[in-house]
């Protein structure tokens, strides 16, 4: 089974950016791969998806038009471009993967990584 490790969190400011990355341990051409985070005493949230299939992409409406979700398969890499970073959008970032399909749940997902922190000071 897949394998996969997030990357890229920090600490940021109000407003600046941060791009984290996602490397998984096999090809990811058949794999749709999303973004969740999931902030102390709430629920794990959708924030955006990467069809297998390539070019489709989903958002929530948190993060659209601030986030950026990409993928680069010769390098089994899945990449979250942060800008407009908000206070609340301090969380644990988790990337997950699954064959083929679409999902924008947490239960439509069957491999997760470990998470990353992110933490927007005001």
């Known amino acids: 089974q897949v394998q996969l490790v997030e990357s890229g969190g920090g600490l940021v400011q109000a407003g600046g950016s941060l791009r984290l990355s996602c490397n998984a341990s096999?090809?990811?051409?058949?794999?749709?791969m999303g973004w969740f985070r999931q902030a102390p005493g709430r629920q794990r949230e959708f924030l955006a998806q990467s069809f297998w299939a390539g070019g489709i992409r989903n958002y929530a409406a948190s993060v659209k038009g601030r986030f950026t979700v990409f993928r680069d398969n010769a390098k089994s890499a899945l990449y979250l471009q942060m800008n407009s970073l908000k206070v609340e959008d301090t969380a644990i970032y988790y990337c997950?993967?699954?064959?083929?399909?679409?999902?924008?749940?947490?239960?439509?997902?069957?491999?997760w990584g470990q998470g990353t922190q992110v933490t927007v000071s005001s």
């Open positions: 997950a993967a699954r064959e083929y399909g679409v999902g924008v749940t947490r239960d439509e997902y069957d491999y």
């Open positions: 096999e090809r990811t051409d058949t794999y749709t």
